[in-house]
């Protein structure tokens, strides 16, 4: 570990909420996941299942009633919400046929209560899922709920880069090629030019988002100074790793609510912006060292749930619990 990740590390932790008598249920997290179409279940699962196994104290996953039943049966672990529909499906439960409004005011209802919002795993790009996803990124800008955007969702942002302009509380998590799409979107020009500038290029357009480029090693900007994460992660490229990510960084991220609501005796004095920089380094960090582990222990059989199982590990390895004696 270089002495530059060590220090972004040490920073990170200072976000971590120490593991206290005084806390109660929700305080150190409330995540929702909104996804989990008819023919992709596992993703919600992974992210939402990241985040409980991180350290958020609440995991929901929002998806589509034939998701439910399966998700359920991955663990009993998680709150599944039946709200999202599919285009040209009857649902005999609904007194009309779903809109996206009458899908998303439902939506709203449970994800107004939540501290950070996951949007993409699992989503798809079934017409009516991706209308109603766009109303939730507005609805949650609207609240200021923290986002992070993967996946199918980031058709949304492709599409209106003005949904998420400017808004320093979203994080975007594409890989080489959905960055790739992402600079078209907005007009930037990456042929040529090192990644991190790219990063920062894209970001900046973006009005200074958050955006973690992923890769061999991951690149994060908010429009000014680039981290780079180049620890160590594996060699096996199986789908469904990126959702252990968006569900660490959701997990960093509502702790970012706890330190600044100073539910324990905060250390340093780190601003809202920065901890988003932070949550997605931290989520970056965690992720790749999952990686490393499975890799290490499964090798060329190595499956994205192999990945998700090694987070708890992780998370010592790479920021470790506060020494009771600075409590």
């Not at 929901?60 to 034939?66: D, H, L, M, N, T």
């Not at 690149?219 to 490229?237: N, Q």
């Not at 970056?284 to 192999?306: N, Y």
Request: glycine share 10%; proline share 6%.
């Amino acid at each position: 570990m270089s002495p530059a990740t060590r220090e972004i590390l040490s920073k990170v932790k200072m976000m971590v909420p120490p593991m206290l008598d005084k806390f109660h249920k929700g305080q150190l997290g409330k995540i929702a996941v909104i996804g989990g179409s008819k023919n992709y279940t596992g993703a919600p699962y992974f992210s939402a299942n990241a985040s409980a196994h991180l350290g958020a104290d609440l995991s929901y996953v929002i998806c589509e009633p034939s998701a439910a039943p399966v998700i359920k049966s991955y663990s009993p672990n998680l709150m599944v919400a039946p709200l999202m529909r599919e285009s040209g499906t009857p649902y005999p439960q609904d007194p009309h046929p779903p809109n996206p409004d009458s899908v998303a005011s439902n939506v709203f209802e449970l994800m107004n209560r939540q501290h950070v919002i996951v949007v993409g795993p699992g989503l798809g790009r079934d017409e009516l899922m991706q209308a109603t996803a766009k109303k939730v990124i507005e609805e949650a800008r609207k609240q200021r709920i923290p986002l992070v955007l993967d996946a199918d969702a980031l058709q949304i942002v492709n599409a209106e880069p003005n949904s998420v302009s400017g808004w320093k509380e979203v994080v975007l998590t594409p890989n080489v090629v959905e960055f790739g799409r992402l600079a078209k979107a907005v007009d930037v020009d990456i042929s040529g030019i090192k990644p991190e500038e790219a990063c920062e290029k894209v970001s900046s357009k973006l009005g200074g988002i958050c955006i973690i480029q992923k890769g061999e090693v991951d690149y994060i900007s908010a429009g000014g100074k680039t981290m780079i994460c180049d620890l160590e992660g594996g060699k096996k490229r199986s789908g469904g790793q990126g959702d252990t990510l968006t569900g660490s960084i959701a997990t960093l991220l509502g702790w970012r609510k706890a330190y600044m609501d100073g539910i324990w005796d905060t250390e340093g004095s780190l601003d809202e912006d920065e901890m988003v920089m932070l949550a997605a380094f931290g989520g970056a960090a965690i992720t790749r060292e999952c990686s490393r582990l499975a890799f290490k222990e499964k090798g060329r059989a190595l499956q994205a749930s192999d990945v998700g199982d090694k987070v708890p590990a992780a998370f010592l390895n790479i920021i470790g619990e506060k020494e009771a004696s600075k409590l």
